[in-house]
Every structure is written in structure tokens, then in C-alpha cells.
Nanobody, 113 residues
Framework: VQVMESGGGLVQAGGSLRLSCTVS????????LSWFRQSPGKEREGVAC????????HYADSVKGRFTISRDNAKNTLYLQMDDLKPEDTAMYYC???????WGKGTLVTISS
């Protein structure tokens, strides 16, 4: 199983980024998927998750109303649209598949003030 995140980068506060996560080697459409993040010196935190069909989503309070998780089962891809970004969103973002059993190596998001 391979999990690969992409789309991170450096943006100014108030800007947007869209992260992608491609998953191969498992039955993607039957996999619960999540985004996590970890900042230096802080514990990893769950950002958002989505059920197999994409009909149910959950978000951390810190990102509600600004981030949107979605999936395209035909492309085996998970997305995280991040809008109105804040400096405190700076972190390494990770994708997790199959109830958090498989993880990617992360993509770095840096928000400048």
C-alpha cells in the first residue's frame, strides 16, 4: 500500500491551498480516510475525516468553516481544500487510510503572516 500526499507549500495568511493524497494497493472506495497535522513541538492532531462514500465528514474545531475534505473514488484520491489559512495552520500534513492504518510521509504547509 502506498499513500502519497502533495500540494503543500508556502502561502500568505488568508490564502488557500489544496492538498491531495493518492492511495494505491488497497480497496480505496471501502477505506475511511483522514487528514492529520503536526507542528514542531506539538502532538499530532486530527484535522478532518471522511467516510467511504463521502457522505459524512468531521472536522477539528480549529478548521471548521475553512477546510473541506473530499474524495474522488474513481481517482483513488483524497483532498483537503484549505481556505483562509492562518499562521497556526503551519504544519506537516499527513493522509491516513483504512482507519488510520496506512500513512503517507506528509506534505509541509507553511503560512506566513
Amino acid at each position: 500500500v502506498q499513500v502519497m500526499e502533495s500540494g503543500g507549500g508556502l502561502v500568505q495568511a488568508g490564502g488557500s491551498l489544496r492538498l491531495s493524497c493518492t492511495v494505491s494497493g488497497l480497496n480505496f472506495e471501502n477505506s475511511h480516510l483522514s487528514w492529520f497535522r503536526q507542528s514542531p513541538g506539538k502532538e499530532r492532531e486530527g484535522v478532518a475525516c471522511i467516510d467511504r462514500r463521502g457522505s459524512s465528514t468531521h472536522y477539528a474545531d480549529s478548521v471548521k468553516g475553512r477546510f473541506t475534505i473530499s474524495r474522488d473514488n474513481a481517482k483513488n484520491t483524497l483532498y483537503l481544500q484549505m481556505d483562509d489559512l492562518k499562521p497556526e495552520d503551519t504544519a506537516m500534513y499527513y493522509c491516513a487510510a483504512q482507519e488510520n492504518y496506512y500513512w503517507g510521509k506528509g506534505t509541509l504547509v507553511t503560512i506566513s503572516s
